[in-house]
């Protein structure tokens, strides 16, 4: 998942964005709203997260500035604690989301988690996809129920690409997702790391986890839907012979 965090005034002390980090969310800061406003218009968030605190109550005008701009990811305020009126002022911005005083980051993280997911069309936090199962809590992957070890950055495609399913990626979408923008290396890493999750669904009998969009980028289908698609428009038609009625 790639998340954008916004915030004004960030501490030291603040552990969020490294623990985010830590369960393999691609996260980019800013502090400025002009900037935020910039990389929503060039990179593709699952979520935008807005730090703010009662004191920075005017932090919230983000909210309607990313709206203006059209931004399509979902965007979450957390604070540490707030009043009912102030949470009202936020929810009335425009956030689809609020989180205040939560016990943990893992707190945090799940809910924002859920939210993408959601977002996302899929019911619950494991995506599956065909014979493939993404279990986003435990950040692991399977396929026909067996385990499959990937590395971080395999994962983390494999999850980008579940999540956006049915969507061609490009390889210098899926590098921004990966690096942002920072030491990138050449796009052409992308084919290789496909071609290795490839070999390792492949050694447990899945070959069509992701396709390739020739020119394009790479993309996930779930085959199990257009099987069935396929079934509905192959069956054959109901009866609509009438009985041949006499002309008068």
């Given at each position: 998942?790639?998340i954008l965090?916004?915030?004004?005034?960030?501490?030291?002390?603040?552990?969020?964005?490294?623990?985010l980090?830590?369960?393999?969310?691609?996260?980019d800061?800013?502090t400025?709203?002009?900037?935020a406003l910039d990389l929503?218009k060039?990179?593709?968030y699952?979520?935008?997260l807005l730090?703010?605190?009662?004191?920075?109550?005017a932090?919230?005008?983000?909210v309607?500035?990313?709206?203006?701009?059209?931004?399509?990811?979902p965007?979450v305020a957390?604070?540490?604690a707030?009043s009912?009126a102030?949470r009202?002022?936020?929810l009335?911005?425009?956030?689809?989301?609020l989180?205040?005083?939560?016990l943990?980051h893992?707190?945090?993280?799940?809910k924002?988690?859920n939210?993408?997911r959601r977002?996302?069309?899929?019911?619950?936090?494991?995506?599956?996809?065909?014979a493939?199962e993404?279990n986003m809590n435990?950040?692991?992957?399977?396929?026909?129920?067996?385990p499959?070890?990937l590395?971080k950055k395999?994962y983390?495609?494999?999850?980008i690409?579940?999540?956006r399913?049915g969507n061609v990626?490009s390889?210098?979408?899926?590098?921004d997702?990966?690096?942002?923008?920072l030491d990138?290396?050449n796009?052409?890493i992308?084919?290789v790391?496909i071609c290795?999750?490839?070999?390792?669904l492949?050694?447990?009998?899945?070959d069509d986890f992701?396709?390739t969009?020739?020119?394009?980028?790479?993309m996930?289908i779930?085959?199990?839907?257009d099987?069935?698609?396929?079934?509905?428009?192959t069956?054959?038609p109901?009866?609509t012979?009438?009985p041949?009625?006499a002309?008068a």
């Amino acid at each position: 998942m790639k998340i954008l965090s916004f915030e004004t005034f960030p501490t030291k002390k603040d552990l969020m964005i490294p623990f985010l980090r830590s369960r393999l969310a691609i996260v980019d800061e800013t502090t400025d709203s002009e900037e935020a406003l910039d990389l929503v218009k060039f990179y593709d968030y699952d979520v935008i997260l807005l730090r703010i605190s009662e004191e920075r109550l005017a932090d919230i005008d983000i909210v309607r500035k990313l709206r203006i701009a059209r931004a399509r990811a979902p965007i979450v305020a957390v604070a540490r604690a707030m009043s009912e009126a102030a949470r009202l002022r936020v929810l009335q911005a425009g956030a689809d989301d609020l989180i205040v005083d939560a016990l943990s980051h893992e707190e945090v993280f799940m809910k924002v988690q859920n939210l993408i997911r959601r977002n996302r069309g899929f019911s619950d936090n494991v995506l599956r996809i065909g014979a493939v199962e993404i279990n986003m809590n435990a950040k692991k992957i399977s396929a026909k129920g067996r385990p499959v070890t990937l590395t971080k950055k395999e994962y983390q495609i494999a999850e980008i690409l579940a999540l956006r399913k049915g969507n061609v990626l490009s390889k210098e979408a899926i590098l921004d997702h990966l690096y942002g923008g920072l030491d990138e290396p050449n796009p052409k890493i992308i084919d290789v790391f496909i071609c290795k999750i490839r070999k390792k669904l492949q050694m447990m009998g899945v070959d069509d986890f992701i396709e390739t969009n020739w020119g394009r980028g790479y993309m996930v289908i779930d085959h199990r839907l257009d099987a069935g698609t396929e079934t509905e428009l192959t069956s054959p038609p109901l009866s609509t012979d009438l009985p041949a009625r006499a002309i008068a």
